[in-house]
């Protein structure tokens, strides 16, 4: 029943910057954590950031650490990468990640998944 879905690629310039979305639909949705990955053409997914719903802490990749800032707004149940300096290597579709767990809070082994959002750095 839960969707994430994000929003905020498009293209830009090298040096650039985005603020990437994830809206969670539902209303009463509170995971542990929420993240983002990343998938460039004929690679992995990679993990590139994540935040601790209540704590709020955070945790960042090495290729983006001191470019991107992740953040939360509790009211909205949406999750945000702002990102800053911008390089080509950036390009990649990214996605929304949250753990799937059960009523007491236990990880149940599974994730959800955004549909992906588009980020081009290209000059």
């Known amino acids: 029943q839960v969707q994430l879905v994000e929003s905020g690629g498009g293209l830009v310039q090298p040096g650039g910057s985005l603020r990437l979305s994830c809206l969670a639909s539902?209303?009463?949705?509170?995971?542990?954590?929420m993240g983002w990955f990343r998938q460039a053409p004929g690679k992995e997914r990679e993990f590139v950031a994540r935040?601790?719903?209540?704590?709020?802490?955070?945790t960042y990749a090495d290729s983006v650490k001191g470019r991107s800032t992740i953040s939360r707004d509790n009211a909205k149940n949406t999750v945000y990468l702002q990102m800053n300096s911008l390089k080509p290597e950036d390009t990649a579709v990214y996605y929304c990640?949250?753990?799937?767990?059960?009523?007491?809070?236990?990880?149940?082994?599974?994730?959800?998944w955004g549909k992906g959002t588009l980020v081009t750095v290209s000059s």
């Open positions: 990640n949250a753990p799937e767990t059960t009523a007491q809070g236990y990880y149940t082994g599974r994730d959800y």
């Open positions: 539902e209303r009463t949705f509170r995971p542990y954590a």
């Open positions: 935040i601790t719903w209540s704590g709020g802490t955070t």
